[in-house]
T-cell receptor
Framework: QKEVEQNSGPLSVPEGAIASLNCTYS??????FFWYRQYSGKSPELIMF????GDKEDGRFTAQLNKASQYVSLLIRDSQPSDSATYLC??????????FGTGTSLTVIP | EAGVAQSPRYKIIEKRQSVAFWCNPI?????LYWYQQILGQGPKLLIQ????????DSQLPKDRFSAERLKGVDSTLKIQPAKLEDSAVYLC???????????????FGPGTRLTVL
């Protein structure tokens, strides 16, 4: 069983819509969760991290964590074509090991 | 602030040859990571250094892969001999301090794209 699982997509949303990206993790000892954006041919860049249950908002991005359900999500409001990328979910247990999901490909259609 | 530097950016070799990658982390970052990212997959951690000591190398194929971080700054990752399945992007990342726990943000370099023929 993979530590972090994501729906590989592709996910397509129209411009201006809300994009919802989901991630589940298997190890209940996971403490922190990260969302990275990776453009094709580029390296991952951090969008948000979350470690407490609930929501965390940063501009158009909202990360949601539910430790009881072992579920992490990322909402992108007012999606823009520039948001088209692969979104990677990652978990960390102790700072020793970071586990990445396979990523969800998002396309925002103008 | 300069980012994580990696070289070369691209490398093409034949199977059974050797190859080495170099990484220079962000100045002052104690922790350095090497990841392997195969096309269509997420990054897989190969090895993690804290200063010049190895923290985690559980997923490093030690029969052919080796890595070192001399003086706790630059790092090299070597593959000897290479196999076809080693074709991937090799990403180096660094973070400020592992002591800050699992909340440390990792900054990634541009990666080295390796093709093994």
């Amino acid at each position: 069983q993979k530590e972090v699982e994501q729906n590989s997509g592709p996910l397509s949303v129209p411009e201006g819509a809300i994009a919802s990206l989901n991630c589940t993790y298997s190890d209940r000892g996971s403490q922190s969760f990260f969302w990275y954006r990776q453009y094709s041919g580029k390296s991952p860049e951090l969008i948000m991290f979350i470690y407490s249950n609930g929501d965390k908002e940063d501009g158009r991005f909202t990360a949601q964590l539910n430790k009881a359900s072992q579920y992490v999500s990322l909402l992108i409001r007012d999606s823009q074509p520039s948001d088209s990328a692969t979104y990677l979910c990652a978990s960390s247990i102790t700072g020793n090991q970071f586990y990445f999901g396979t990523g969800t490909s998002l396309t925002v259609i103008p | 602030e300069a980012g994580v530097a990696q070289s070369p950016r691209y490398k093409i070799i034949e199977k059974r040859q050797s190859v080495a990658f170099w990484c220079n982390p962000i100045s002052g970052h104690a922790t350095l990571y090497w990841y392997q990212q195969i096309l269509g997959q997420g990054p897989k951690l190969l090895i993690q250094f804290q200063n010049n000591g190895v923290v985690d190398d559980s997923q490093l194929p030690k029969d052919r892969f080796s890595a070192e971080r001399l003086k706790g700054v630059d790092s090299t990752l070597k593959i000897q001999p290479a196999k076809l399945e080693d074709s991937a992007v090799y990403l180096c990342a660094s973070s400020l301090d592992r002591a800050s726990g699992s909340r440390s943000e990792q900054f990634f370099g541009p990666g080295t794209r390796l093709t093994v023929l």
